[in-house]
């Protein structure tokens, strides 16, 4: 199935029985629209569409239709003269469990270093690629302890994208964002069974999973300084082959760096806490956590504004950035909450420290999630107002964003980036924060408009998860989708997005449908900058399917 150019948009999927539920039309159509039931054709629901408006981003004039009292659960299509109709989609309670299964369940199937067992992977089973027990400290990150050559053992750790290189500016986030997801929905994730092969032991899989990163990052610190390299890599690329069919060139840890330490920093600090509570299955693991967060801590302070470029020879993702107080922010409270220590809130200064929508070179954002889940546990020193401000300030600005928009997203103009789906779901992400401290229900449905979004309202038309929808995303640029000789790519990743910047063009032969940035999109393979996959994509996608699963009754 496919939607027409000109159909009408829908989450895909669907919506539990409460939810804002919202469709877009296209301009052509009537006003009048119909909510059909999509075996029997009865009428479900029948009302009018907003008035038409423009949306720039992508040249459509559309209406919307807010069918938010259907909630009568079932399957159904929208129908209006002048359109051709929706996909299906379902109403009903906990209607992104399989979703949020398979975006986790993603992280397994990028696991570095392990074989994937059909009786896990099914048709996806694959050879172990990339072990890295035996891997080069590069000239870059050579010390007097560690020279140039000197062979590490680095194993285990997820890949970070459609490429098997792993990085630990955005492990970082991708990391965290799965703790905080555990750490907020508890319950959801603690009957969760992914189908890895610790599904068995005593600990909910997503932390099962996030430890399958944290062990690899904790070998990424140096011990001698508490420094941490940027990146385990290849020199270049490895070609379009599966992980065990890689290049057996040598791998490197490059050059430490102040934002990939702080970022190890905030991380470990998180799963200390996190991890505190299972002592007797991790004996030791949480203090081990939280004394590298802070040696990782110190080396920062002494080594303030070390910016990572690629060193000669390595052309692999940079993953570059140069301003830190972002880092250094979100590290402070990560280690003021697991620790206690009020210097580390000081050391925040967190009155000039603002909130934004997190990204892997922008973190701040991540201080004031935690900040805000642990208000009432902190010391007298936290300033509670403050911490609301921060949080309710972003909610509303991007729930303006989301009134006043045509297509009723906050996605806007300069949004669409290299990974624009994943700047919609933390949009969510963070609109669900402020949901949860305040409970303004704009909150919770703008956040929904975010999900709604990647999951078909949007101008593309496309549901961005793989294996999910019924327009779906066949060729994600992802080496064991496009290498393994399976017809349907790696389920439960998400696309990266329309791009605005196409900045694949020298390199992909497939053309862009349209200059306009919410239409920059290709569903093909050699598209890395709008259609590769990565964790810091898919961590979002799991924190948000998860959220509005609960908040929705699940
Ligand atoms: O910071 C500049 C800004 O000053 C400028 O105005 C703007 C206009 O183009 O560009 C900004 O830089 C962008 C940068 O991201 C920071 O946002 C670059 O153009 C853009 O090319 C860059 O994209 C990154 C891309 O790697 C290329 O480096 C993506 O964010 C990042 O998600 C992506 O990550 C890659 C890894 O390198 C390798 N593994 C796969 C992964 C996903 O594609
Ligand atoms: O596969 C690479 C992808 O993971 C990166 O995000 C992208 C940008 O750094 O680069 C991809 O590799 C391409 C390389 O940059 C240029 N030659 C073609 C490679 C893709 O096959």
């Known amino acids: 199935a496919s939607a027409a150019p000109d159909g009408i948009r829908v989450n895909q999927l669907g919506f539990a029985p409460q939810a804002r539920k919202v469709a877009v039309l296209p301009a052509g159509a009537t006003g009048e629209v119909e909510v059909i039931d999509a075996a029997s054709g009865a009428v479900a629901w029948r009302g009018r569409t907003k008035p038409a408006a423009t949306w720039k981003e992508s040249g459509e004039t559309v209406m919307l239709a807010d069918f938010s009292a259907l909630t009568r659960l079932g399957e159904y299509r929208i129908r209006a003269d002048g359109a051709a109709p929706s996909e299906r989609f379902v109403v009903r309670a906990g209607v992104y469990a399989e979703l949020n299964r398979a975006a986790l369940k993603a992280f397994y199937y990028n696991r570095s270093g392990m074989a994937l067992d059909a009786a896990y992977a099914g048709v ?17 990150a050579a010390s007097k302890e560690r020279p140039e050559g000197t062979v590490i053992a680095s194993a285990r750790g997820w890949y970070d994208a459609g490429d098997y290189n792993k990085y630990i500016v955005n492990s970082g986030i991708s990391t965290y ?50 420094g941490v390299y940027n990146k385990l890599t290849n020199q270049r690329f490895d070609g379009i082959v599966m992980p065990a069919g890689a290049s057996t060139e040598p791998r490197y840890v490059v050059q430490k760096g102040t934002a990939a330490t702080l970022d190890f920093a905030a991380t470990m600090a998180t799963a200390a806490r996190v991890l505190k509570p299972y002592e007797q299955q991790l004996p030791g693991l949480s203090a081990r956590m939280l004394r590298a967060a802070e040696a990782a801590w110190e080396w920062a302070r002494a080594n303030p504004a070390v910016a990572f470029r690629n060193p000669a020879g390595v052309v692999t993702g940079e993953y570059g950035d140069a301003t830190f107080d972002d880092e250094f922010a979100w590290a402070a409270a990560e280690l003021y909450i697991s620790s206690g220590k009020d210097s580390y809130y000081a050391a925040m200064q967190p009155a000039g420290v603002s909130a934004s929508v997190p990204q892997w070179a922008d973190v701040r954002g991540l201080a004031w999630i935690s900040l805000a889940h642990h208000r ?43 990974g624009s789906n994943a700047v919609a779901l933390n949009q969510s992400m963070m609109l669900l924060q402020a949901y949860r401290l305040n409970g303004k229900r704009d909150y919770l449905d703008a956040a929904q408009a975010g999900l709604d979004y990647v999951l078909g309202r949007n101008a593309a038309g496309y549901a961005f998860v793989t294996g999910f929808g019924a327009r779906q995303v066949m060729h994600p640029h992802h080496r064991p989708s496009m290498a393994d000789k399976v017809a349907a790519p790696v389920p439960g990743f998400l696309a990266g997005g329309p791009h605005a ?25 050699c598209s890395y900058a709008s259609n590769e996959v990565a964790i810091n994509w898919n961590a979002p996608l799991v924190y948000v399917s998860a959220a509005l699963d609960v908040l929705g009754g699940e």
């Open 124 to 140: 996806y089973a694959r050879a172990a690629g990339h072990p890295d027990t035996r891997v080069l400290v590069h000239a870059s």
């Open 177 to 226: 964002t799965l703790l905080a997801a555990f750490e907020h929905y508890p319950d959801y994730f603690a009957r969760k069974r992914t189908g890895i092969p610790e599904s068995a032991n005593q600990l909910p899989d997503i932390l099962d999973e996030a430890l399958w990163n944290l062990a690899w990052m904790l070998t990424m610190q140096d011990p001698h300084d508490g």
């Open 376 to 418: 009432n546990s902190l010391s007298a020193v936290a300033d509670r107002k403050l911490i609301a401000a921060r949080v309710d300030g972003l909610a509303a600005s991007l729930a303006a964003t989301w009134r006043s928009s045509a297509y009723g997203v906050p996605m806007q103009g300069g949004d669409f980036v290299w």
């Open 501 to 525: 910047g196409q900045q694949d063009k020298g390199d992909c032969k497939a053309v862009y449908p349209s200059a306009l940035p919410a239409l920059s999109y290709i569903d093909d393979d």
